[in-house]
C-alpha cells in the first residue's frame, strides 16, 4: 500500500517535495517510480529509483530540476521538485515494481502497485 503526499499550489520557479509512504516489507527491496497525469494527457514517466537509490531515471524535461531518493528505513520515496514549471501541474502518482528496474522502468505497466495520486499545480 503507498501513500503519496506532498503536493500543493505553487508560483512559477517554487518548489515542492513529493512523499510516498509504504507499508509491507518489499517496498525496501523494489525499484519505486513517480509517474504524473496533467488534465486531459496520458499518464506519463517522471523520475524512477532503484531499492537500494544507487540507480535514478529521469524524464528529460525534469532532469536537473527534479531529484528523487529513498530512505528505506523510513520505507518512504522523495521527489524533490524545483524551478517548478506551469507544465509541471498534474496529479503526480508514486508505484512500485517488483521486477527488474532495468527493464522498462519508464513504463506504466511494468510497475506493480499504485498510490493514490497528489495534486501538484503550478500557477504562472
Known amino acids: 500500500q503507498l501513500q503519496a503526499s506532498g503536493g500543493g499550489l505553487v508560483q512559477t520557479g517554487g518548489s515542492l517535495r513529493l512523499s510516498c509512504a509504504a507499508a509491507?516489507?518489499?517496498?525496501?527491496?523494489?525499484?519505486t517510480g513517480w509517474f504524473r497525469r496533467a488534465p486531459g494527457k496520458e499518464r506519463e514517466f517522471v523520475a524512477a529509483i532503484s531499492w537500494n537509490g544507487v540507480h535514478r531515471d529521469y524524464k528529460d524535461s525534469v532532469r536537473g530540476r527534479f531529484t528523487i531518493s529513498r530512505d528505506n528505513t523510513k520505507n518512504t520515496v522523495y521527489l524533490q521538485m524545483n524551478n517548478l514549471k506551469p507544465e509541471d501541474t498534474a496529479v503526480y502518482y508514486c508505484?512500485?515494481?517488483?521486477?527488474?528496474?532495468?527493464?522498462?522502468?519508464?513504463?506504466?505497466?511494468?510497475?506493480?502497485?499504485w498510490g493514490q495520486g497528489t495534486q501538484v499545480t503550478v500557477s504562472s
Open positions: 509491507g516489507d518489499t517496498f525496501s527491496t523494489s525499484g
Open positions: 508505484a512500485v515494481k517488483y521486477g527488474s528496474f532495468f527493464r522498462e522502468r519508464d513504463v506504466e505497466s511494468s510497475y506493480n502497485c
